[in-house]
């Protein structure tokens, strides 16, 4: 089983940035997906997740309505689009599985900063 | 939104002697189906969080059994029987019964 993050990057304020996240070794539409980001020195943070199925999605109230989560289940992917980026988005975020988050990638860095 | 607070924040251990760590949660975590989806994740300096412990007491495959969940209702806890050199990190607990998840603020363990 593995998750491989990508698409992370030094962006300026307001600006846009898609991750994301290339699963394997498992029945991927057979799974909720999540991203969860830690910002440097500090602790975990849930993001986003998203159902096998795509019907059900949620937010952080912290990048609600700036983020959107979405999957291809016939690329064994997960996405997560970055809007409006801001300073306090700068984090490393990771790609995790299932709903009990059994397993995570290694993360993408994003840093916002002008 | 449900609040998860760990104590200590910080934990200085000596090799061999036990840990333990506390997790409160501001409601209860018993989802209408009977379970607690309550976790506990490890993360070493430099790697990713990793899943020792589901639904508040069912060990992860390849966990040592030195480490043990228990709890109920809005209080659990995560113990370590003899801590060894490879269980320095921080500590998470996390709630998947209520949306959204969430975790705690995590506790440092580190040897004495």
């Known amino acids: 089983v593995q998750l491989v993050e990508s698409g992370g990057g030094l962006v300026q304020p307001g600006t846009s940035l898609r991750l994301s996240c290339a699963a394997s070794?498992?029945?991927?539409?057979?799974?909720?997906m999540h991203w969860v980001r830690q910002a440097p020195g500090k602790g975990l943070e849930w993001v986003s997740g998203?159902?096998?199925?795509?019907?059900?999605?949620g937010y952080g109230d912290s990048v609600k309505g700036r983020f959107t989560i979405s999957r291809d289940n016939a690329k064994n992917s997960l996405y997560l689009q970055m809007n409006s980026l801001r300073a306090d988005d700068t984090a490393l975020y990771y790609c995790?599985?299932?709903?009990?988050?059994?397993?995570w990638g290694k993360g993408t860095t994003v840093t916002v900063s002008s | 939104d449900v609040v998860l607070t760990q104590s200590p924040l910080s934990l200085p251990v000596t090799l061999g002697q036990p840990a333990s760590i506390s997790c409160r949660s501001s409601?209860?975590?018993?989802?209408?189906?009977?379970?607690?989806?309550l976790n506990w994740f490890q993360q070493r300096p430099g790697q990713s969080p990793r899943r020792l412990i589901y639904?508040?007491?069912n060990r992860d495959s390849g966990v040592p059994d030195r480490f043990s969940g228990s709890g109920s209702g809005t209080d659990f806890t995560l113990k370590i029987n003899r801590v060894e050199a490879e269980d320095v990190g921080i500590y998470y607990c996390?709630?998947?019964?209520?949306?959204?998840?969430?975790f705690g603020q995590g506790t440092r363990l580190e040897i004495k």
């Open positions: 995790v599985k299932d709903q009990d988050m059994d397993v």
């Open positions: 070794g498992f029945t991927f539409d057979d799974y909720a």
């Open positions: 998203i159902s096998w199925n795509s019907i059900h999605t």
């Open positions: 409601q209860s975590l018993v989802y209408t189906d009977g379970n607690i989806y």
């Open positions: 639904k508040v007491s």
């Open positions: 996390m709630q998947g019964t209520h949306r959204p998840p969430g």
